[in-house]
Nanobody
Framework: QLQLVESGGGLVQPGGSLRLSCAASGSIFSINAMGWYRQAPGKQRELVAS???????NYADSVKGRFTISRDNAKNTVYLQMNSLKPEDTAVYYCNALIRRTIASNTFNYWGQGTQVTVSS
């Protein structure tokens, strides 16, 4: 069974840092784009950052210059380094990946279970 398992969330003071990790496990042939989304209470899920297999990145305007997305293809893992955190960054953060499970299969979209990030003094 294919899984995306996130870790690294928690409570941090404004101005602090957190690093999220998301590891894909199971039968995987290749992973295309990977990314992080977030959803705050009462709001729609939004893209935070994404990274292609070639390591091209894309960021939401609200996190540019503060967050950095990276990936380790050998470990099927994507990271999100979050610096200078603000209370408005508080949300559940979800990992996302476009995965092909076999050479003959299509690419499908997979989600992690989510990890809570709370920025508060």
């Amino acid at each position: 069974q294919l899984q995306l398992v996130e870790s690294g969330g928690g409570l941090v003071q404004p101005g602090g840092s957190l690093r999220l990790s998301c590891a894909a496990s199971g039968s995987i042939f290749s992973i295309n784009a990977m990314g992080w989304y977030r959803q705050a209470p009462g709001k729609q899920r939004e893209l935070v950052a994404s990274i292609t297999s070639g390591r091209s990145t894309n960021y939401a305007d609200s996190v540019k210059g503060r967050f950095t997305i990276s990936r380790d293809n050998a470990k099927n893992t994507v990271y999100l380094q979050m610096n200078s955190l603000k209370p408005e960054d508080t949300a559940v953060y979800y990992c996302n990946a476009l995965i092909r499970r076999t050479i003959a299969s299509n690419t499908f979209n997979y989600w992690g279970q989510g990890t809570q990030v709370t920025v508060s003094s």
